[in-house]
């Protein structure tokens, strides 16, 4: 974890610069160090850094919806935000982990180009 934790520092210190890549890194690194955080049975530190990949990945979304690799590492975040919270059985007022599930899946849907119109093909 020690690893992470260093690069963690360094990836957010470049990210301060606001370049998409780096930004980039940084919510990976983010969602990295959680699943380390997760499995060492530091759920409430998990869930910390799950949010702050998407406080990282979502204003980039908003600026560029159209961006493929925002649009992949958001997806990301919400399925890793959603995976920490069911298998954490976390259950409070301010969680979502369907939505955040649902989210997930929405931006995959529009990556693969599949539309949520039933009138529309017939999906995988």
Known sequence: I???QNAH???KALAAER??????KYALN???LAYLRFYASDATGALKL????LEV??????????NQ???????????ELGDILSE?????????IEGDFQKALDIDEKLAGISNDPRQSARC
């Not at 799950?50 to 990949?53: D, F, L, S, Y």
């Open 69 to 79: 690799e925002v649009m992949r590492e958001l997806a990301d975040d919400y399925q």
């Open 19 to 24: 370049s998409v890549p780096d930004l980039l």
């Open 2 to 4: 020690e690893s992470y």
């Open 30 to 32: 983010c969602r990295n």
């Open 57 to 66: 990945t979502q204003p980039l979304y908003k600026r560029d919806p159209s």
């Open 88 to 96: 954490a059985r976390i259950s409070a007022a301010d969680t979502d």
């Open 50 to 53: 799950a949010r702050e990949a």
């Open 9 to 11: 520092a360094i990836r």
